[in-house]
């Protein structure tokens, strides 16, 4: 199945608030204005809008997510150090989303969050965002580069006229820095790759989805995605090769073992057969009240092969990063 590319700067809302159906399609590049309407009455509480940033390295994985729900603002760092397999983490969930500004366009501008124990700020420029964050345990200094002539990959994805999400994956960012944590210094390695996850759409009430990426030195990655986007006519699997995306349009059927998570994740269809073997799972689950949320990351190393529609295929062996299965009541 071929996507539509999208060339050009373009809004994702019409006027009422309703997707506009020329935004339907992908880009190399954030091209979309996500100009969501957030309104009171019937609809409200569907809006959602967040900034996840993973990384890992040789030595240690780094999770930091800012997001605005509506009804709650939901935030949280996360650290593990590999060799030992110890965990940080640090939550904080604030009533009505206070607090929290996120911009229309992906990749650009101050991100800025204090919200109890946590704190973060990511300063974002097209080729480099400053991400600092700090917790009672945690403390982070990051510096995230992606080469200029590098491309990412977003996707509008339509449920309907009233459901959308626009989601941008920036793959194979190099990073470096340093982690704090518990009063002791750390750095994060010169073999550490980041990805950013920016999300902005109205969602149903109930979603679940599977989230995959691997990412490896020059420029090279993969994103897999599954369940939220079947049915839709828009995926958001790609290939990242020397900087350049290739897009894979075919939905994908994931595998896995939800009595032991450890155990491989499978991701198979056309021109994909990739499988992801953990070397740590982190769980994270959230019950208040009509808000809930439920994940399991498998952090990994991928094998396998994907194809795309281009023809371009990537032998996915040593890309590092995860695969998580998620469920929302949100």
């Known amino acids: 199945m071929t996507e539509r590319e999208i060339t050009a700067p373009i809004d994702l809302c019409r006027e009422d608030g309703s997707l506009d159906p020329d935004a339907v399609g992908w880009a190399r590049r954030p091209l979309h204005r996500t100009n969501l309407r957030r309104r009171l009455g019937r609809g409200w509480g569907r809006t959602k809008r967040w900034e996840y940033w993973g990384v890992v390295s040789a030595k240690y994985v780094v999770g930091v997510q800012v997001s605005a729900l509506d009804y709650a603002a939901v935030h949280g760092l996360y650290v593990l150090e590999r060799a030992s397999g110890r965990e940080w983490r640090q939550d904080a969930t604030v009533p009505l989303g206070r607090g929290v500004g996120l911009h229309d366009h992906a990749a650009e501008g101050r991100v800025a969050v204090t919200s109890g124990p946590i704190r973060v700020v990511a300063d974002q420029q097209r080729d480099r965002t400053t991400l600092t964050a700090h917790s009672p345990s945690i403390d982070l200094d990051l510096v995230l580069d992606r080469p200029p002539a590098q491309e990412s990959m977003s996707v509008v994805v339509p449920w309907s006229s009233s459901r959308f999400q626009y989601t941008l994956k920036d793959l194979a960012l190099t ?123 498998a952090f990994g190393t991928w094998r396998g092969t994907a194809t795309a529609d281009d023809g371009t295929t990537l032998d996915l062996a040593g890309l590092v990063g995860w695969a998580e299965e998620a469920r929302n009541r949100w």
């Open 175 to 297: 990073a470096r820095g340093s982690l704090v944590l518990d009063g002791v210094r750390r750095t994060l390695g010169a073999d550490a790759y980041a990805v950013l996850d920016h999300g902005r759409g109205v969602w149903p009430y109930r979603a679940a989805w599977n989230w995959g990426v691997g990412n490896g030195p020059g420029g090279t990655a993969v994103q897999l995605g599954g369940r939220w986007t079947d049915g839709t006519g828009s995926t958001e699997n790609a290939l990242l090769v020397d900087g350049v995306v290739h897009k894979i349009g075919h939905d994908l059927v994931w595998t896995y073992d939800r009595r032991d998570w450890s155990r491989p994740w499978r991701v198979e269809g056309e021109g994909v057969d990739a499988t992801l073997t953990p070397f740590h799972v982190r769980t994270a689950s959230t019950e208040l009240g009509v808000l809930g949320s439920h994940t399991h990351q």
